[in-house]
């Protein structure tokens, strides 16, 4: 899993903000801004409904979105894989 891709995940509850971790023939391996933060396994074809994440018409910078995931499970729980993933 070395993959880091920042992008708004448009799912039936909204739109929240993402990191594809990892990309594999079978699943994407998601860590969606939802409590509590965890790694969610997706199906390749949910891809159709994820955007590139943008700040100002620039790639989101990886250091602040690595930043407010980290706040955001310190503050509604994290899982110690979806920690391990984001350091």
Do not use: C, W
């Amino acid at each position: 899993m070395n993959t880091f891709e920042p992008v708004q995940y448009h799912s039936p509850d909204g739109i929240f903000p993402a990191v594809i971790i990892g990309r594999g023939h079978k699943y994407l391996h998601v860590i969606v801004e939802t409590p509590p933060l965890r790694i969610v396994k997706l199906p390749p074809t949910f891809e159709r409904s994820m955007t590139p994440l943008a700040l100002k018409d620039q790639p989101y910078p990886h250091p602040r979105l690595r930043r407010m995931f980290l706040k955001f499970g310190r503050k509604f729980g994290m899982s110690k894989s979806a920690r391990k993933a984001l350091r």
